[in-house]
């Protein structure tokens, strides 16, 4: 034990005192020349037009994921040109074999997928830039970045144009991207760019740059430069305009409504206000398309947090779903359009401003009105966002929040918290220039009426992150009158089973979490990681309320299978009542168990891959033993088949009963091409008493312009089949570019 100390020790001292990498030295290693092309060129993935004979190429990449210390196995060739419309890419990525993909479908991303990817940074300020991604198949995703590290959601549409070809030993991708898509100062000369290649047969990931294996290959803090001789064109202006027309066909045996046939119709548009700001318009949207959440089974004692899948409400959603921290989160755009069961409220109109405002000011700015729906009256939804860089990597951003109901005066005598709420809050957020150092401090204050103390929210904390070593400590304190309309807190609503009533309670907790990874340099394991949590929880007198510690080991290897055990050890000091089986609730009490875990996954490029876990351990005061398994079956590149399977069995003394909880999920995916999909995605939940059929056929009939045809039909599942409601809708979208 002492040798492994001291070994972590030396780890750390040597992590501390390396030689400082960092994405401010890299433009003048890394630079790109990029030619100009004095006639169109043809996106047919040959290269054969005369820009590519005399085009600069780039072709020495680093291997990111899962070292960062050697180049990549095989070879890559990057070219970039542009004529008076758009910014052209060739990449020629050597292959050993057969190319893998994991979907045709837009958007699928890139990982697990072998493709090819573009980093671009305009203005150049490594704060915000654009991400475009080509799989091996010409299925195109693409998404904004930013500098606050969070992770690519690819929510952010644009037309661009691509076309690959397949050989025996390479694979080639062209690409075109309008000038006025991406927005940037005219006179800019230095872009930042970067190139990445996900190979996934050899389970590789690979930049132009050498980016640090603990960072993303897509940071926008590493690019290299994009070198122009002359001033890039003028983007010029960028306004689209997307009409839909809709007919929803619904009928609700629960309620025994008639079959009801709704037509409706709407749009949204996208101006460029300004080379780096954007202005989103919505009126009567409609989300009918969107695939239904994919259900869990809920052990905990509180609500759970489901993300968001509007696309409106995706792009630049960092804006304002950034601050806070999980599980509190002041801003969650899921309440906006639905009511606190889930249910659908209509959205009249909305609009959204976003981008930079100066060189290191980034804003965003949201407005949204709901109609009436019933009894639930009509809301209005207002965020207002400011991040202002400061030194290298740091930011500190400001935001207010305000929901208005517009309810009668009696209604607001009856119910007088719901008339409005408002939130407003600063952040700092920390980060060296390497990127290894952070730090934040935050302080929120909800406004409600008659509500003057216990209402404000901060926390404070740290991390450390290189290449082997990670650790996070993170403190806050929650107050019992901090109320967030328009957000998500886990925690701050407890519910009492026996007096069936919800009670809101504040709270104060610490997170640490420390790892230790090791990256083998060959053999059949690409990593080694151990981690060490532990989350504690007091009540705002100080008073002990919970605790959960855990220790997991996850093993990856080389050919992408996957590893993990883990130990939980947990104390709760139980303020309420609750019951998960239908026998008495468990009472107020202090309680202690354990529980182990084991998970493992296979090679998922194989056309059969699965997953099993398997736990058991106390609960409580009782037991849980779980069982979760998963088999997928892909031919590619057309067919995508998965079905997953859980089983929880509680088990309580005495009075307290048992329960046995199924969730059984199936999807089925067939991409025709490119432009044509099928999506039938089929949920059996007893927990929450539902099943779930929700099929999805959808032809792109024209670059952004989609036809969608979607059958959702809900049942119990006790008694089994019985029916609750079902619905087909039709939508129609097309994108124009004016």
Not at 6 to 19: D, G, K, P, R, Y
Not at 61 to 83: G, I, R
Not at 488 to 501: H, K, L, M
Not at 562 to 587: H, K, M, Q
Request: glycine fraction near 6%; proline fraction near 4%; charge should be positive.
């Amino acid at each position: 034990m002492r040798v492994f100390f001291l070994f972590l020790f030396v780890s750390i001292i040597s992590q501390l005192t390396a030689q400082v990498r960092n994405g401010e030295t890299f433009q003048k290693d890394y630079q790109i020349k990029i030619a100009k092309s004095t006639t169109p060129i043809k996106i047919d993935g040959l290269f054969d037009e005369e820009v590519w004979s005399r085009a600069q190429k780039v072709s020495s990449f680093w291997e990111k994921y899962p070292d960062d210390k050697k180049k990549a196995k095989h070879a890559t060739e990057v070219q970039t040109a542009y004529d008076d419309k758009f910014l052209y890419v060739a990449y020629t990525a050597f292959d050993s074999g057969k190319v893998f993909i994991q979907s045709l479908k837009r958007d699928i991303g890139h990982d697990g997928n072998d493709c090819i990817a573009l980093v671009i940074d305009p203005i150049n300020t490594r704060n915000n830039g654009f991400f475009f991604v080509v799989n091996a198949y010409n299925a195109q995703s693409e998404d904004q970045l930013n500098s606050s590290g969070n992770g690519v959601s690819f929510s952010w549409d644009q037309t661009w144009f691509s076309e690959t070809k397949r050989y025996a030993d390479r694979w080639t991708a062209e690409i075109a991207i309008p000038f006025k898509s991406i927005r940037y100062p005219a006179d800019k000369k230095l872009w930042g760019i970067n190139f990445v290649r996900v190979d996934t047969k050899t389970n590789e990931y690979s930049t132009w740059t050498n980016v640090p294996v603990n960072f993303s290959s897509h940071d926008i803090g590493y690019t290299g430069a994009l070198v122009w001789e002359d001033a890039p064109p003028k983007p010029g202006a960028n306004t689209v305009f997307v009409p839909y027309v809709t007919t929803e066909v619904t009928e609700n045996r629960l309620n025994g409504d008639p079959v009801n046939a709704k037509p409706n119709a709407g749009f949204d548009a996208k101006i460029g206000l300004t080379s780096s700001l954007n202005l989103d318009l919505t009126v009567n949207p409609d989300f009918s398309q969107i695939e239904v959440d994919r259900q869990v089974t809920n052990l905990t004692r509180f609500n759970i947090f489901f993300p968001e899948r509007r696309t409106f409400f995706l792009e630049n959603a960092d804006l304002f779903a950034g601050y806070g921290i999980d599980p509190i989160r002041p801003f969650y755009s899921r309440r906006i359009g639905l009511d606190k069961n889930g249910n659908k409220i209509p959205i009249l109109f909305g609009a959204r401003v976003t981008g930079n405002i100066a060189k290191k000011t980034r804003i965003g700015f949201m407005n949204m009105q709901t109609g009436r729906q019933g009894d639930y009256a009509p809301e209005n939804y207002t965020a207002l966002s400011v991040d202002q860089r400061v030194f290298n990597r740091s930011v500190i951003k400001g935001y207010f929040l305000n929901r208005t109901n517009f309810m009668t005066e009696a209604e607001k005598a009856a119910n007088p918290l719901e008339a409005y709420s408002r939130n407003a809050g600063i952040e700092y957020n920390y980060s060296d220039l390497e990127g290894k150092w952070g730090a934040w401090a935050t302080y929120h204050h909800s406004f409600k009426p008659n509500i003057n103390k216990n209402n404000a929210y901060y926390n404070f904390g740290f991390n450390y992150n290189s290449r082997n070593i990670s650790f996070v400590q993170d403190l806050s304190n929650l107050g019992t009158n901090y109320y967030a309309d328009m957000g998500f807190i886990e925690r701050i609503e407890n519910y009492d089973a026996s007096r069936d009533t919800v009670i809101r309670v504040g709270f104060k907790h610490s997170y640490t979490s420390a790892q230790y990874k090791i990256i083998p340099t060959k053999g059949k394991l690409i990593g080694i990681r151990f981690e060490l949590e532990n989350y504690i929880v007091f009540n705002q007198d100080n008073s002990f309320n919970e605790r959960n510690t855990s220790f997991s080991n996850n093993i990856e290897f080389r050919n992408t299978a996957r590893i993990s055990y883990g130990i939980n050890d947990s104390e709760v000091d139980l303020l309420f009542p609750i019951s998960f089986t239908d026998a008495t609730p468990l009472p107020v009490a202090k309680y202690k168990y354990r529980n182990i875990e084991v998970n493992y996954r296979s090679d998922f490029r194989r056309p059969f891959s699965f997953r099993v876990s398997g736990g058991t351990g106390g609960f409580y005061n009782g037991t849980n033993r779980s069982l979760s398994a998963g088999i997928t079956f892909r031919k590619l590149p057309n067919t995508n088949l998965d079905l997953n399977f859980q089983y929880n069995k509680l088990e309580f003394p005495g009075t307290y009963g048992s329960t046995e909880l199924f969730l059984i999920s199936q999807r089925t995916e067939i991409n025709f091409s490119t432009k044509l999909f099928w999506t039938t995605f089929f949920q059996y939940n007893t927990q929450r008493n539902n099943m779930n059929i929700n099929s999805r056929l959808q032809y792109r009939f024209k670059p952004m312009s989609d036809l969608f045809l979607v059958y959702t039909d809900n049942y119990f599942t006790s008694p089994l089949f019985k029916s609750r409601n079902r619905a087909l809708v039709f939508k129609l979208n097309y994108w124009l570019n004016l």
